[in-house]
């Protein structure tokens, strides 16, 4: 379960990485690749976050 919590924050690493790579590309379609990854990278941080707590809970009530 730790590894999963580590992945958790590495979404958001790489939503920043892609971030700062649109914003450097900014006048070309790259740019456009980049923010959608980004953004994609949020939204797996906050469903991971959800699913893990979901799941701890689950494991706390047996």
Known sequence: MKF???FQYAYLIFAALFLYDG???WGKSKAYVS???AGLAVFMFFFRRKFNKKYDNKKDSK
């Open 35 to 37: 923010l959608a990854l």
């Open 23 to 25: 914003i450097v590309n």
């Open 4 to 6: 999963s919590k580590i």
